[in-house]
């Protein structure tokens, strides 16, 4: 069953805008990861959140959590065209490394 | 590139073809994994390997057969394929399974596959 639910699906801006997509998740976790698809491309891994970490910056990345909510989110600041990509968390609720993908969030950063 | 390797990057295939995906890393990692990523769906975990045993069959039909000759290596050998098999398959690896936890998963490129 999907446990890393994206949001929006899609999402377009334009370069110098910041993007902010959302993770939902339905069942306790021990991490969250976000990971970057550009198109026909494997997914490359941007940052990881622990569950006792409430927010982490990565660059122009900020990524933020909120247990009580089971939810997470994802900013991308002062967006470039090559921030083109599908954005993907996901999360790992046993001890076994084995994550769970939502179907991801598209962004679009047009020049 | 990101040191998993995977090939073919495209192959297309008729239902009674028998094909296979390769998946070669050399980051010393020794846990590997095949996922398929359909259009518009989450990524679907299929196997996963930890030090050449296989420990996760992720209730995937028999036309999928997977096979570790050693940590670097990773097949998935294909034969009867259906159209609804079309997609993006992904190969990743990660220093163990336990490493994942804190340290992701690497993944490579991707094998599109298209079953005519």
């Known amino acids: 069953s999907q446990q890393g639910e994206e949001d929006p699906q899609a999402l377009s801006i334009q370069e110098g805008e910041n993007a902010t997509m959302n993770c939902s998740y339905k069942?306790?976790?021990?991490?969250l990861q976000w990971y970057r698809q550009n198109s026909g491309r494997g997914l490359v891994h941007l940052i990881l959140?622990?569950?006792?970490?409430r927010e982490k910056h990565s660059g122009r990345l900020r990524v933020t959590l909120d247990t009580s909510k089971k939810s997470s989110s994802l900013l991308i600041t002062a967006s470039r065209a090559a921030d083109t990509a599908s954005y993907f968390c996901a999360t790992d609720s046993d001890s076994w490394g084995k994550f769970q993908f939502g179907a991801g969030t598209q962004v679009v950063v047009t020049p | 590139e990101t040191g998993v390797t995977q090939t073919p990057r495209h192959l297309v295939m008729g239902m009674t073809n028998k094909k296979s995906l390769k998946c070669e890393q050399h980051l010393g990692h020794n846990a590997m994994y095949w996922y398929k990523q359909s259009a518009k769906k989450p990524l679907e975990l299929m196997f996963v390997y930890n030090f050449k045993e296989q420990t996760e069959n992720n209730s995937v039909p028999s036309r999928f057969s997977p096979e570790c000759p050693n940590s670097s290596h990773l097949f998935l050998h294909l034969h009867t394929l259906q159209p609804e098999d079309s997609a993006l398959y992904l190969c990743a690896s990660s220093q163990d399974r336990g490493a994942a936890r804190n340290y992701g998963y690497t993944f490579g490129s991707g094998t599109r596959l298209t079953v005519v």
């Open positions: 959140i622990r569950s006792n970490e």
């Open positions: 069942t306790s976790i021990n991490n």
